[in-house]
């Protein structure tokens, strides 16, 4: 299983033009060599200090691996990471790091699609990832593990209080944004440099602020460029389902340009 995976990202980096599928850069956060026995992200735990926390501004935090455990993650977000990094001891599921900015095979990919790739490289270093850009605990807590096998993503995530919307509950953007988040990255492991064509989401239930959820993504269907996909977001019960969606992803075309 673990050679498929790990084939299967080889086949990633032929895609991406990397000569002959080479195992793709150690500091590629999708290559199988990183993050190898993730550990923690704990830093000595400081009540209050969450908040304007100095180090997030440092290339220190802008480097850091964000979807470790901190302090502001609940018992059940610390329980449902624990159990897939323990499914990921076989190759069977892999840990995806994330992180503020970070420049990747991915960013170096994307510069191709820029016909000014001085000015993009000015604005990607003064990029943030978006879902990253809150501080820890306020915003998106999240980590996801992805199954090369199965063609599934799932992220686990815990919205904060900055990600309010009808008091008490998750606002609809924050939901899409971790949907698309983990669609994406789905899409992205799956075949490469792609964007969202389009996203169908449907909102059942509203989710509890500070909730821990789960958000099970797979590819559906390919059809040349075009990857579907679609995701749900259920309780760690499993018992409510929280949303559903379907989506687009259109692989970028290396003779089209972004702008
Ligand atoms: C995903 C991130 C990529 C960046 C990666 C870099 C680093 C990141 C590292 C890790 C990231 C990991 C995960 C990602 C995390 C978050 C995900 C966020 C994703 C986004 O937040 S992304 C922003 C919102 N997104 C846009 O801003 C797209 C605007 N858009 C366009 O840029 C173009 O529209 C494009 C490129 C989509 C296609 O353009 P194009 O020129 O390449 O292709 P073309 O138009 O020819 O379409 C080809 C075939 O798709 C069909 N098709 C197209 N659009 C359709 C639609 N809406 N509905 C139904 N069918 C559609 C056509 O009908 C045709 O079908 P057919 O071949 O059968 O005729």
Known sequence: MLR??????????????????APLPAKDPWSPRVNPGAGRRERAAKPGCVRGD????????????????????????????????????????????SYKSKFTQETEDIKIYFPDAKLMKEKLSQAQLFPRSLEEGLGFEYAMF????????????????????????????????????????????????????????????????????????????VEGRKLFLSCNIRSVDEKTVYSEATSLFVKLDPKTRLT
């Open 4 to 21: 498929s995976c790990v084939s299967r990202l080889r086949t990633l980096a032929v895609q991406r033009g990397l000569p002959g599928g």
């Open 54 to 97: 100095p180090r997030s501004f440092s290339s220190e935090v802008m480097h850091m691996d964000l979807s470790l455990p901190n302090p502001s993650w609940s018992e059940d977000m610390r329980l449902l990471f624990d159990q897939f990094m323990k499914k990921s001891e076989d190759g069977s599921w892999k840990h995806l790091p």
């Open 146 to 221: 992805h199954n090369c096998v199965e063609d599934r993503t799932v992220c686990i995530f815990q919205g904060g209080p900055y990600l309010q919307g009808v008091p008490g509950f998750l606002h609809g953007g924050a939901i899409a944004t971790m949907i698309d988040a983990t669609l994406g990255t789905c899409a992205v492991v799956a075949i490469g440099v792609a964007m969202t064509a389009s996203l169908n989401i449907s909102f059942k239930r509203p989710i509890p602020l500070g909730s821990v959820v789960v958000i099970n993504s797979q590819v559906d269907k």
